[in-house]
């Protein structure tokens, strides 16, 4: 009798663990605009650079990302399209592009918040103006 229930039990399990919160609206709770707060690289870190990341749902799942600015003498430009916006949301998203995360958006309660991971070394942080 107990074998009986065995695989449903475990299928509501697996269901419970789900952290995904891709469904409707949730590319919209990231839209926006956001002013770059700090540009850091494995050898230097920019308090006060200036630019824009730019964050526009294409459907309830995906953004397409725009950033550009300097950090010094530095221009920054990055371009994605696609962008899957997954994670265990409402106020913490996690960014993927071909499969790989390149940042985290999210609400810490104070601000809208963006933070791109372009590469290994260097991370863009931004927050909603």
Do not use: W
Not at 4 to 15: D, K, N, W
Not at 57 to 70: F, R, S
């Amino acid at each position: 009798m107990i074998l009986r229930y065995a695989p449903l039990a475990a299928g509501l399990l697996l269901a419970g663990c789900s952290t995904s919160a891709i469904g409707p609206g949730t590319a919209s709770s990231i839209n926006g605009s956001y002013q770059f707060a700090e540009y850091s690289t494995a050898t230097s870190l920019d308090m006060n650079p200036t630019g824009t990341a730019t964050v526009t749902a294409t459907d309830d799942t995906h953004v397409a990302i725009l950033v550009k600015g300097m950090s010094g003498k530095t221009r920054v430009t990055y371009s994605y399209t696609n962008v899957v916006v997954d994670g265990p949301g409402p106020d913490s998203y996690t960014l993927l592009y071909k499969g790989h995360t390149i940042g985290e958006a999210g609400n810490d309660g104070l601000n809208r918040y963006l933070t791109l991971t372009p590469s290994s070394s260097i991370i863009i942080k931004s927050i909603e103006y």
